[in-house]
């Protein structure tokens, strides 16, 4: 099945820096990869995506990028803020042969933003 | 409704009692998908519904949980004779298209803490 990597577990950036968050998947049919923002005692939430037929794709300060040969793909956080701070989630879509699509989670980035 | 309703927020049960949980999807989405979040942030898939229909059931343990989405009806996950390795977020999720190609939005998830 498909499997998911996540780099790395834990971030820390000072605020208006950078972040980057890596995940490599296994399972060259995904062709579907959303990221999503979990705060504390809440449900994930989507904040962009990128298909396999698209490289790049931005979002204000929020950009993915996607390269389907070494099957990874990135988020890009710039001038972060403290509400940035959340756990971060990649995910992959796979056909799973049963008709449907499941979503396959990476194992999260705990990002903080140091004010 | 405009966002996936989870009821309830919480629920204690002790071991080998019955635990039901509820989603209401977004208001004209079609697909209903049930995750389960663990200690560590490991989301695992456990069954998609079309409708009323079971779409994928692949990650489900057979032997006690169970699914269902009925017409004008909330969907529920029941776990019969709860175990305490059952103890867990569970996440509703919706969606418009078919399967996961496409933007899922989350509920905030039930906690089930089995003790």
């Known amino acids: 099945g498909e499997n998911v990597e996540q780099h790395p ?11 980057v968050i890596k995940c490599t998947y296994s399972d060259s049919a ?9 705060e504390l005692g809440k449900g994930p939430q989507l904040i962009i995506d990128i298909r396999s037929n698209v490289g790049e794709k931005k979002d204000q300060r929020i950009a993915v990028t996607l390269n389907k040969t070494a099957k990874h793909f990135s988020l890009h956080i710039t001038e972060t803020q403290p509400e940035d701070s959340a756990v971060y989630f990649c995910a992959a879509s796979r056909y ?20 | 409704g ?11 049960r002790g071991e080998g009692q019955k635990a039901k949980l509820y989603c209401a ?3 004209g989405h079609s697909y209903v998908f049930w995750y389960q979040q ?11 519904f079309q409708n009323e229909n079971v779409f994928d059931e692949t990650g489900m343990p057979k032997e006690r949980f169970s699914a269902k989405c009925l017409p004008n009806s909330p ?9 305490l390795e059952d103890s ?16 899922a939005f989350f509920g905030q998830g039930t906690r089930l803490t089995v003790v």
């Open chain 2, 75 to 83: 969907c529920s996950l029941e776990i019969q004779a709860t175990k």
């Open chain 2, 88 to 103: 867990a977020v569970y996440f509703c999720a919706s969606s418009q298209y078919k399967g996961m190609n496409t933007e």
């Open chain 1, 96 to 115: 799973s042969g049963a008709g449907s699509y499941q979503l396959t989670f990476g194992k999260g980035t705990k990002l903080s933003v140091i004010p």
């Open chain 1, 9 to 19: 577990s834990t971030l820390s950036v000072q605020e208006g820096d950078s972040a």
């Open chain 2, 25 to 27: 999807p977004i208001k």
């Open chain 2, 2 to 12: 405009e966002e996936v309703a989870q009821t309830p927020k919480h629920l204690v």
């Open chain 1, 30 to 38: 995904s062709n579907y990869f959303p990221w999503y923002k979990q």
């Open chain 2, 38 to 48: 663990v200690l560590k942030n490991e989301f695992k898939f456990l069954i998609s």
